[in-house]
Structures are given as structure tokens and as C-alpha cells.
């Protein structure tokens, strides 16, 4: 059940069609999930800035269950680095990401 939102000041038009497709299938590989319980929102045309400048750059938010922590993260962030940097031009020192550990219990669904 990863939750992705990624903000961007890159501008809609410049982003792939298919980058949010793409991101789900990385995601599900690099954190083991099923791509059918990811959701990926991408967020354009942000008014951002990082370290003083207005260059393109992103910040990611990913919300999962039990998948993070301090030897995992660097081995996510390999993955996903390079597809950013591939598909928006955005360079390495302009990328954050954010992981967040969720319990199961924060996830709620109809009683049946």
C-alpha cells in the first residue's frame, strides 16, 4: 500500500506521460510491493526552491509499511535517483527523498 506523492517545479508538459506508470513499477520492484497497491500523484508546476535556486527539482513523500529503515533507504534511493534524474534532468542534489514507516493499523478500509 506505498503512497507516493512527488512535488516537482518541473512543468507538466515537460514531465513524461507515462513517468507516474513508470515510478509505480520501480516502486513496486525496489520496495517488493504489488504494483497494484501503489499510488503514485505527481505534483507539477510547483513553486519550489532548493539551496536558493528555482532549477528544476523535486521532493518525494513515500509512505509504506515496514519497508524502511537505515540499511534499506540507501538501496531505494539508488533505484530511484537515477529514473528522476533520467526522466525530469533533475540532478542528484536537487532530489530529497522522504520515507515514512506506517503501521498497518493507520490503513483503513470498509468492515465487510
Not at 518541473?10 to 513496486?28: G, T
Not at 530511484?80 to 530529497?96: K, M, T
Request: glycine fraction near 2%; hydrophobic fraction near 40%; aromatic fraction near 8%.
Amino acid at each position: 500500500m506505498p503512497l507516493c506523492a512527488f512535488y516537482t517545479n518541473v512543468s507538466d508538459k515537460d514531465i513524461p506521460k507515462d513517468f507516474e506508470v513508470r515510478l509505480s513499477e520501480i516502486l513496486a520492484e525496489v520496495l517488493s510491493k504489488p504494483i497494484e497497491r501503489i499510488t503514485v500523484n505527481v505534483i507539477p508546476d510547483q513553486r519550489m526552491v532548493r539551496g536558493g535556486s528555482s532549477e528544476p527539482t523535486c521532493w518525494m513523500n513515500l509512505w509504506s509499511i515496514a519497508v524502511f529503515n537505515e540499511e534499506k533507504n540507501p538501496a531505494y534511493a539508488s533505484k530511484l535517483y537515477p529514473f528522476i534524474n533520467e526522466s525530469l534532468g533533475i540532478c542528484n542534489d536537487r532530489i530529497v527523498l522522504l520515507f515514512h514507516d506506517i503501521n498497518a493499523s493507520q490503513v483503513a478500509k470498509p468492515s465487510s
